[in-house]
C-alpha cells in the first residue's frame, strides 16, 4: 500500500510523491528524482531533517540524539531517512525546491470561458491538459503566465483538487497586465500555462471549529477548501464571513448557497463595508465575528485577503486577549503591475 506525501519546500513550491509501505520517505524522494538533503542515510548527521505536520508515522529505530534529539521529535520533527509513514503525510522540508533540484512542475490548459462576475472580478475556467497530473492540496496558489508576456500572476484555485477543469478567481485590476490580456483578448480555445502548485496555506485535518474568513477574491481559496469539506463531510461548524468593499463585488453567492446544503455544519454571511450597502450586515469581517463562533479560541482561523485585513484580524485577536489554536493566512497583492 502506498501513501502519498506532500513535499512543501522553503520557497513555496509544493510536490507530491508516493511513498511504499515500509519505504523510507528520503528513498522515495529520491526515486521520484527529488533530492531532498541527506548526507550519511543512516540517521547519524541530522542533515535530512523536515518537520512533519500531517500524517501517521514512526521515527524509526536507528539514529542518534545527535541527530534527532527526544525534544525535536516531540515538536514534530523527522528524519526522511528513517521514518516510515502510516498514512498520507505533509512534510516541511527547509530547503529551496532549486537545492533539491526540483524542476518547476508546468501545466498546460485551454480557455474554457472568462465571465465578469462582479465589477471587480473574473472568473477563468480552463481546461487542463492532463488533469491527471495535477496535484495540489486546497487552498494552494499557481503561478499563471500571461500569455504574450513573460510575466506571470499568482491566484489560487477556487476549484477542488481532482478536477478536469481548474477555476480561477481574478480581481479586476483596471491595467493590469492578466486582467487587460482577460478582459481585451482572451477566448475560449485560447492557450494557457501554469507552474505550481504553491504555498502553505491549505487545509489541514479537521479537529475543532473551522472559522474562515474571505477579503474581495481572496474568496477563492476558501472556496476550493469548502468543496473539499463538502465532499468530506465534517461534523465541526464552519463559518464563513465573506467581506467585499462594494454590493458589486458580491460574486458566487449561489455557490456558498449550494455548498451549505451540502455542508449542514457550514453557516455564512456577508459584510459589505460600503454604509450604503443593501446587505444587511455593513462594515469589516471583524465587526462581525461573535464569540459563539470563536469557541473560547479553540477554532482554526483561515483568512485571505488584502494586508490591512489580515492586520486588522491580528489586531482583533490581540485585542480579544485571545490566540486561535492554529491561524493559518494568506495575504495577496492588493494590485498587479501592468
Ligand atoms: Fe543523515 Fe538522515 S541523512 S540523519
Redesign the pocket.
Known sequence: MGYRIVLNFEDGATRFIDCNAGEKV?EAAYRHKINL?????????????CRCEQGDYNLGED??DY??SADEAAEGLV????MEVFSDCVLAVPAPSSACKVAPARFAATVSAVELASDSSILLTLDLDAPETLDFLPGQYVNLEVPGSTQHRAYSFSSKPGERQARFLIRNVPGGLMSGWLVDQAQPGARMTFVGPNGVFFLRPVRRPIVMLAGGTGLAPLLSMLEVLADQGVDQPVHLIYGVTRDGDLVELPRLEALAARLPTLTWSVCVADPQSAQPLKGYVTEHLADHHLNAGDCDVYLCGPPPMVEAVRQFFQDKGMAPAAFHYEKFAPSEAA
Do not use: E, F, I, N
Open positions: 528520503l538533503p541527506m548526507d550519511c542515510s543512516d540517521g547519524v548527521c541530522g542533515t535530512c531533517k539514529y542518534l541527530a534527532l528524519l526522511t531517512c528513517q
